[in-house]
T-cell receptor
Framework: GDSVTQMEGPVTLSEEAFLTINCTYTATGYPSLFWYVQYPGEGLQLLLKATKADDKGSNKGFEATYRKETTSFHLEKGSVQVSDSAVYFCALSIIQGAQKLVFGQGTRLTINP | SQTIHQWPATLVQPVGSPLSLECTVEGTSNPNLYWYRQAAGRGLQLLFYSVGIGQISSEVPQNLSASRPQDRQFILSSKKLLLSDSGFYLC??????????????FGQGTRLTVV
């Protein structure tokens, strides 16, 4: 079935470090791919998305490129800030009766000053 | 603009008690509605989704049920809570997009602790 596998966490970095959170997927067809962010005690917010191969989603300095050949959608940021501390979820969108999001297990990111 | 409201924000309930969590969406019509659960330290699991009033699909067998009495209202219920029902429950909505895909928008979540 369709699934998303994310890099195991937690991840701890110093401020201004480079961030990569790996995400790979298994899907039939061509799903859209998303990164969601969850700040402590809150719901999920869409961070960025890509709807077809080679698309690059970007927002708030984060980027991810839809790589069909490697079935990946890795999240990157060149210089992280303390305010980026959160849980990040990779997800794919499938149509099965209705549109559904299939999520990875989430990666907790902590940025130290 | 569209907004989603979910309540209560936190809930502590004894084992065996009933549950009712409510979610409403404003500013849109005929949305797809979803209930997800996030267990501690784990990802999000889709519990139920609905494409219209009275239409509920269950993704996993469990102690919970869902109802959609109105177009923009989605309710998660249980007759008797179990300890394993503890978690963070998230309601979400998306617009139907035949042949395409749109993102889902999430409520702020309800943290349920069953004691």
């Amino acid at each position: 079935g369709d699934s998303v596998t994310q890099m195991e966490g937690p991840v701890t970095l110093s401020e201004e470090a480079f961030l990569t959170i790996n995400c790979t997927y298994t899907a039939t067809g061509y799903p859209s791919l998303f990164w969601y962010v969850q700040y402590p005690g809150e719901g999920l917010q869409l961070l960025l998305k890509a709807t077809k191969a080679d698309d690059k989603g970007s927002n708030k300095g984060f980027e991810a490129t839809y790589r069909k050949e490697t079935t990946s959608f890795h999240l990157e940021k060149g210089s992280v800030q303390v305010s980026d501390s959160a849980v990040y979820f990779c997800a794919l969108s499938i149509i099965q009766g209705a549109q559904k999001l299939v999520f990875g297990q989430g990666t907790r990111l902590t940025i130290n000053p | 603009s569209q907004t989603i409201h979910q309540w209560p924000a936190t809930l502590v309930q004894p084992v065996g008690s009933p549950l009712s969590l409510e979610c409403t969406v404003e500013g849109t019509s005929n949305p797809n509605l979803y209930w997800y659960r996030q267990a501690a330290g784990r990802g999000l699991q889709l519990l139920f989704y609905s494409v219209g009033i009275g239409q509920i699909s269950s993704e996993v067998p469990q102690n919970l049920s869902a109802s959609r009495p109105q177009d923009r209202q989605f309710i998660l219920s249980s007759k008797k809570l179990l300890l394993s029902d503890s978690g963070f429950y998230l309601c979400a909505w998306s617009m139907p997009a035949p042949g395409g895909y749109t993102e889902a928008f999430f409520g702020q979540g309800t943290r349920l602790t069953v004691v």
